[in-house]
């Protein structure tokens, strides 16, 4: 398994499944953001920024890849890239599965969102090795993260799930220790790599 891994590395750098991976990106970001549209369109101009929670994670992701594609590392974004897409992936499959239990069905669109979700929190982890951001990159990173869980559950602003809204506090504790959980991912993955450094 462990002669797989460096194959396995090289093909996921590879020019062109990054820019395979960047177009599916970009072109994910547009959808999410066209996705957004109705509640955006209700949304104070000051959290504009905050709602779009997974496009702008896949945007995040978008603008490393270009990094990696330019032979450089944008690493603010990078770290930004793996809290926020593994978060926000695992948060909406958890939040389509919790409405399939709850209303009893949730369509193909539900399903694909299920699918695409999972993928984006996979693609979060399986670039790990390709990240270059330091500790405070990651203290950057998760100011953002936690700040934008404050805007969601105590401004309001989470994203529409009518199914849901009267679990609205409990899907808000999840979330943040979710935040938590991807946080110290980051963080392992940093020490992990400075370690790999000094040996």
Known sequence: MKSLLPQMMYLLQHRSILTMLFIINFLGTIYGYIWYMPQLSRTAPQFLLFVPDSPTASLFFCFAIIGWLLGTNFKLLEALALITLVKYGIWAVVMNILTLMEIGSIGLAGWM??????????????????????LGHIIIAAIWT???????????QMPTYSSLYQYANHIGYFTFWLSILCICISYYSFKKRDYLHKI
């Open 113 to 134: 969102l299920v699918f695409s979700h999972f993928m984006m929190a996979v693609e979060g982890i399986l670039y790990i090795p390709k990240y270059r951001f330091t």
């Open 146 to 156: 936690l700040h934008n869980d404050v805007i969601d559950y105590v401004y309001g």
